[in-house]
């Protein structure tokens, strides 16, 4: 299982059209074969995903998605800095 932890900081301004956005991302993501979980937490401006997959080809496939893509490239400007993502191992 492969655990991934993505942090999307929105401008403020933007926080309501980002959160539409982020919304979709995730409605779209679970629809997705390999998508164990993909869970939005929220606090202010910061939404952060939580993310486990089945293997790394199922994340490859994730991360080939147009809508991703999409949300990558259409986010760009709307947020106060680039999209953090850390793939991670769980220690406990």
Known sequence: MISITAIIKSKKENIEVVKEMV????TNTRKEA???RYDL???ENVFIIWEEWKDQ???DIHNSQQYL????ADS???LA???QVYKTTQVL
């Open 69 to 72: 893509i999409d949300f990558i």
């Open 81 to 83: 800095s680039p999209i």
């Open 34 to 36: 390999a998508c164990i």
């Open 57 to 59: 080809l199922g994340l």
């Open 23 to 26: 919304h979709n991302l995730v």
């Open 76 to 78: 760009e400007t709307l």
């Open 41 to 43: 937490h929220y606090s």
